[in-house]
Nanobody, 124 residues
């Protein structure tokens, strides 16, 4: 059974930082492109960032470019999201997801497995 478990969410003031982690099990982690998505209240889930299997390619939404950094440790079956210079508009539930074929890393429908999400709240 595939499991993706996010952690590291919480409440932070604007301008602060958080680091999210997502631990995978039940899948060959290193063979999956990994992504982070987020869903704010009343909005659709949106792409945030993704990283290729070997970490050689990363993708970012324009809204987070320069502030967020995705990384992964395949030996630990974990993907990370370092979030700096956080803004109130970054408030959302953050989900990690696994994309087995690495196709369409920005597309939600291309992801095969999802975590349960972790809440990030940025106060102004």
């Amino acid at each position: 059974q595939v499991q993706l478990v996010e952690s590291g969410g919480g409440l932070v003031q604007a301008g602060g930082s958080l680091r999210l982690s997502c631990a995978g099990s039940g899948l060959t982690f290193s063979r999956n492109t990994m992504g982070w998505f987020r869903q704010a209240p009343g909005k659709e889930r949106e792409f945030v960032t993704a990283i290729s299997r070997g970490s050689d390619i990363t993708y970012y939404a324009d809204s987070v470019k320069g502030r967020f950094t995705i990384s992964r440790d395949n030996a630990k079956n974990t993907v990370y999201l370092q979030m700096n210079s956080l803004k109130p508009e970054d408030t959302a539930v953050y989900y990690c997801a696994a994309n087995l074929y690495g196709v369409g890393p920005r597309e939600e429908r291309k992801y095969d497995y999802w975590g349960q999400g972790t809440q990030v709240t940025v106060s102004s």
